[in-house]
Antibody
Framework: EAQLVESGGSLVQPGGSLRLSCIAS????????MNWVRQPPGKGMEWISY????????YYADSVKGRFTVSRDNARNSLYLQMNNLRAEDTAIYYC???????WGQGTLVTVSS | DIQMTQSPSSLSASVGDRVTITCRAS??????LGWYQQKPEKAPKSLIY???NLQSGVPSRFSGSGSGTDFTLTISSLQPEDSATYFC?????????FGQGTKLEIK
């Protein structure tokens, strides 16, 4: 069964940076597109980024464009999200998902607060 | 952006009831739609992909239907463990968008 494990979430001050990681296992990571999705506390889901299997095609939500960068290392079965210039409204649980959200990680909490 | 309107926002039903949740897209998305279940403090779980295909391991009481703009998730015989929030997602076009969720409670 495909598994995804996120890490890297923490408390950070406004304007700060964080790098999230997502380690994939039990499926051929290099063959699958991946996404990042977030869920603010008590709220619904927001898709924030897509990357195809070869990193050739990348998309971002307008809310994070210019501040967040998605990348992957297929040799390490890893997906990343570099988050810069963080704002209070970026506070959320961040999930990585496989393909069309067929598999979700357990999530990692990012809190942006002074 | 494609807007996904989900209804109802909440419902309460009894064990054994048939429950239907709907999701309407603001434009046609063919069958590029998934349904997900999220229990409190847990990560979401995929139930349905491609509007009507059951994910492996998901009980057969769950089913999905629809294409174009109107979609439904049906639970044929509600079980106590089905208490959760359910939401849809379109992946026809970027930005991918989600319905606001339906909180299902067991009476």
């Amino acid at each position: 069964e495909a598994q995804l494990v996120e890490s890297g979430g923490s408390l950070v001050q406004p304007g700060g940076s964080l790098r999230l990681s997502c380690i994939a296992s039990e499926f051929p990571f290099k063959d699958f597109e991946m996404n990042w999705v977030r869920q603010p506390p008590g709220k619904g889901m927001e898709w924030i980024s897509y990357i195809d299997s070869s990193s050739a095609t990348i998309y971002y939500a307008d809310s994070v464009k210019g501040r967040f960068t998605v990348s992957r290392d297929n040799a390490r079965n890893s997906l990343y999200l570099q988050m810069n210039n963080l704002r209070a409204e970026d506070t959320a649980i961040y999930y990585c998902t496989k393909s069309h959200a067929s598999t979700w990680g357990q999530g990692t909490l990012v809190t942006v607060s002074s | 952006d494609i807007q996904m309107t989900q209804s109802p926002s909440s419902l309460s039903a009894s064990v054994g009831d048939r429950v239907t949740i709907t999701c309407r897209a603001s434009q046609g998305i063919s069958t590029w739609l998934g349904w997900y279940q999220q229990k409190p403090e847990k990560a979401p779980k995929s139930l349905i992909y491609g509007a009507s295909n059951l994910q492996s391991g998901v009980p057969s009481r769950f089913s999905g239907s629809g294409s174009g703009t109107d979609f439904t998730l049906t639970i044929s015989s509600l079980q106590p463990e089905d208490s959760a929030t359910y939401f849809c997602q379109q992946y026809d076009d970027f930005p991918y968008t989600f319905g606001q969720g339906t909180k299902l409670e067991i009476k």
